[in-house]
């Protein structure tokens, strides 16, 4: 073998996987869609929508309990869900510490997932002074659980800065942790500004301080591996629609010995072991934090999303995203009226930018005129809008199906929108 073929870059046949999504071959305006809003929610490939269908056409029932083949299949695929996500959150290599099914319970989002431990395991751990470690990049989803939890057991939040470039200031947030951090709770890559956080050092120095950790992981799983045990969270949750599957199913991985201590958040059918009216006891978890009728189809078509995200190589994945990145970054680099928010040496493939005298909005309307689909406004992250003193930014984030060519037609389109405005 040459020194040559030993460091190619590996290849992904973009073409080939955009014909798998049917969507994107749509005009919009007019215009054929280039699809740049992927943080907000990925498309879906025909595997997933297929997956979808399958279930409802011949195997639709209620999860467990009853006798009969419809339920007994659709119990059957959608506890095989479960395990395939808690391989996908497991490391591959001989000596990776495999995740346990007990240790993967559904929602309905990231956004639910951080909801049940603020007030299952908040709720139950935390007291007046007890401090909870958030950063100036999370989103609402991680913020606001929060706060109400602290407004209900007088706890404190405290928060890490965030440095000009868009990273996490840490001496500064290993100056928050003291004896009365109770937990840390950080995005593993920002969604407004692509920041790709040292995850495993915060969770390791959240742990030397005697805190727990939770990772919000929505962004990350759709752009690279990642190893719930390697990363040491105690707890680790992402979404479904923005990796490729449905919307309406998220996933909370809580270390078990965790879920186990931890009281139910909500109640009803299938979370109980006993009702009585003199009292109730529950199921083991995951199940306790599981009541009512589950998102079925929602599990199941992100088992799907998964089987079809897994069967790429994951190498090619990175590569292709990441000449994206460089190609965008390189042609905003000079547009001297274009502000780059968040600059961080480990960036996923977002780009967040303003346009001298321009709101975001108009820059996005007309993006949208040629085409173009971007995210524009505070993306959620109205602490970190503030950090910044901007009401918002123009958001362009980019997936693996698409294409050196929809960004050359990105920045064309916006040099148009330039000589508007």
């Excluded at 969507?23 to 490939?45: C, F, H, S």
């Excluded at 011949?58 to 309990?65: F, P």
């Excluded at 299938?270 to 009292?279: P, T």
Aim: hydrophobic share 45%; charged share 20%; aromatic share 6%.
């Amino acid at each position: 073998m040459t020194a040559s073929a030993r460091t190619a870059v590996p290849t992904l046949d973009v073409e080939a996987l955009r014909r798998q999504f049917p969507i994107l071959e749509q005009e919009v305006n007019g215009r054929p869609l280039v699809y740049l809003d992927n943080a907000a929610t990925t498309q879906k490939p025909e595997a997933v929508v297929e997956a979808l269908a399958h279930y409802y056409r011949h195997d639709h029932s209620n999860v467990h309990r009853a006798a009969h083949a419809l339920a007994e299949r659709a119990t059957l695929s959608f506890e095989a869900a479960r395990d395939r996500v808690a391989d996908f959150l497991s490391g591959d290599g001989p000596d990776a510490e495999p995740v346990r099914r007990e240790e993967i319970v559904w929602t309905r989002g990231t956004t639910e997932a951080i909801n049940l431990v603020a007030n299952a395991w908040g709720r139950a751990h935390l007291s007046a002074g007890d401090e909870i470690v958030l950063t100036e990049m999370e989103h609402h989803a991680n913020i606001v659980p929060w706060q109400l939890v602290a407004e209900a057991t007088g706890a404190v939040i405290r928060v890490v800065p965030v440095t000009d470039e868009g990273e996490l200031d840490l001496d500064a947030y290993a100056a928050l942790l003291g004896e009365r951090t109770r937990i840390v709770s950080v995005v593993h890559v920002s969604n407004a500004l692509g920041t790709v956080n040292p995850v495993e050092r915060l969770v390791a120095m959240a742990h030397d301080a005697g805190a727990v950790a939770l990772v919000d992981g929505a962004q990350a799983v759709n752009h690279f591996a990642v190893d719930v045990k390697a990363i040491g969270a105690d707890f680790y949750c992402f979404s479904g629609h923005k990796l490729f599957g449905p919307t309406g199913i998220g996933v909370l991985y809580g270390r078990q010995a965790l879920l186990e201590a931890m009281p139910p958040w909500q109640g009803g059918g299938e979370m109980i072991d006993r009702v009585s009216f003199d009292g109730t006891t529950f199921q083991a978890a995951p199940l306790r934090f599981e009541a009512g009728t589950p998102h079925i189809a929602g599990a199941i078509g992100l088992a799907a999303a998964i089987d079809w995200f897994e069967s790429l190589d994951r190498a090619a994945v990175i590569a292709h995203e990441h000449a994206l990145l460089e190609r965008v970054d390189a042609a905003l680099a000079g547009m001297n009226d274009v502000r780059r928010i968040g600059t961080a040496r480990a960036r996923a493939s977002v780009v967040s930018f303003l346009v001298d005298g321009a709101h975001p909005s108009d820059v996005g309307m007309l993006l949208d005129q040629q085409g173009v689909a971007v995210r524009t406004g505070h993306h959620c992250t109205m602490p970190l809008m503030d950090r910044f003193g901007i009401p918002g930014t123009v958001r362009a984030s980019f997936s693996l199906y698409n294409t050196e060519e929809e960004v050359d037609r990105f920045v064309t389109a916006l040099e148009k929108v330039r000589t508007f405005l």
